[in-house]
């Protein structure tokens, strides 16, 4: 739909909200599809570095999930 700044900003508030709920520790799945959204939205806005980050911590998150 070519609405990528949107969605980085939906991403970027996602994230924020997660981070900021002092009722809520983050769910680790919840914040690796967070952060991997959001660096889907960097690179298809040609953000190569925000990209990069954000799929960083979306695989550490990944990285601590408990092995199923």
Do not use: W
């Not at 996602?14 to 960097?42: F, K, S």
């Amino acid at each position: 739909m070519g609405k990528h700044e949107l969605a980085r900003d939906f991403a970027r508030g996602a994230i924020q909200n997660l981070l900021e709920d002092p009722n809520q520790v983050p769910d680790d799945e919840v914040m690796a599809t967070a952060y991997y959204n959001l660096g889907v939205e960097n690179e298809h806005l040609r953000d190569y570095e925000a990209a990069k980050d954000c799929f960083a911590k979306s695989k550490l998150a990944k990285d601590i999930l408990p092995e199923i």
